[in-house]
């Protein structure tokens, strides 16, 4: 999900994370960047820990399954925020909203460990519910009507993602619901105050 809401501001609001003057090779760079970070290296994390044994299944169905996963995913998620904001020198001065962002999503998926201590919240509806919520704020605090249909697209697929976590009986609506709250709530307050 960062790298999706990041494709969609690197490309279609770059002046909101102050990257419009960058050429398109050099915010590809970026992205594939995020990518790595936030799905490659977790995922890879996972497997590593599932192969091990530490989990016991890959779709991390279990309580105890969910918490050493999402807290490691935290430390990384982590250590790409302050790389963006503190490593990549003229990429925070001339950006730091993608550093701002990315610390929000690595609170989000800290909270979602927490909270997988005592109850199995919807990472899924965190992570697209976190999409919808940055988008939204976008809107709202800039002014993006540009991006307007993207929030359409994006509600749709909160929709879809909802309904299939349902089929699967993976979650309850609630678990779904709460996971989209956290996410839009989290990252729309952090759109409004800190970018």
Do not use: C
Request: glycine letters at 10%; aromatic letters at 12%.
């Amino acid at each position: 999900m960062p790298t999706l809401l990041f494709a969609i501001l690197l490309y279609l609001a770059p002046s909101i994370v102050g990257v419009d003057a960058f050429s398109g090779t050099l915010r590809l760079s970026l992205l594939v960047l995020i990518f790595i970070g936030t799905f490659a290296v977790p995922s890879l994390l996972i497997y590593y820990l599932y192969r091990s044994g530490y989990v016991q299944s890959l779709q991390l169905d279990t309580l105890a399954d969910r918490r050493l996963p999402y807290f490691l995913t935290a430390i990384v998620y982590a250590g790409l925020t302050f790389l963006f904001g503190f490593r990549m020198q003229l990429l925070s001065s001339v950006a730091p909203e993608i550093a701002i962002l990315l610390g929000s999503v690595t609170v989000s998926i800290l909270l979602v460990g927490l909270i997988s201590l005592y109850w199995q919240i919807s990472a899924h509806s965190v992570g697209i519910g976190g999409v919808v919520g940055a988008v939204a704020g976008i809107i709202t605090k800039f002014g993006e009507v540009d991006l307007v249909f993207v929030l359409a697209i994006l509600v749709i697929l909160a929709g879809l993602t909802g309904s299939a976590r349902l089929q699967l009986n993976a979650h309850t609506p609630a678990q779904i619901g709460a996971g989209f709250g956290l996410g839009f709530f989290l990252s729309m307050l952090t759109v409004q105050f800190l970018i």
